[in-house]
């Protein structure tokens, strides 16, 4: 069975750094894109990075682009989320979701396969 497990959370203060991790197993990484997605409270779930199988190829919004980055070892089966300058509206549960359209970076959420259970951010001001 498909598992993707995120770690990395928790509460710190705006400027700070948190990076976040998401290990997957039953799953070939390296046959996936992998996208990290954020929900806060009373909004939609939305794309904060995506990174394409090889790794070569990323996506950022411009709400986060230049504060996060995203990585991958596909020989661990493992995503990474690095944040950096937090900011209090970054506050959110954060997601990891694959998407066997390897060769792109999907943006919506539609199109990812599988998914974490989340692991939640909170960046106090």
């Known amino acids: 069975q498909v598992q993707l497990v995120e770690s990395g959370g928790g509460l710190v203060q705006a400027g700070a750094s948190l990076r976040l991790s998401c290990a997957a197993s039953e799953l070939n990484l390296s046959e996936y894109t992998m996208g990290w997605f954020r929900q806060a409270p009373g909004k939609e779930r939305e794309i904060v990075a995506g990174i394409a199988w090889h790794g070569t190829v990323t996506y950022y919004p411009t709400s986060v682009k230049g504060r996060f980055t995203v990585s991958r070892d596909n020989t661990k089966s493992a995503v990474y989320l690095h944040m950096d300058n937090l900011k209090p509206e970054d506050t959110a549960v954060y997601y990891c979701?694959?998407?066997?359209?390897?060769?792109?970076?999907?943006?919506?959420?539609?199109?990812?396969?599988?998914w974490g259970q989340g692991t939640r951010v909170t960046v106090s001001g």
């Open positions: 979701a694959a998407d066997s359209a390897k060769w792109k970076v999907s943006r919506t959420q539609d199109e990812y396969d599988y």
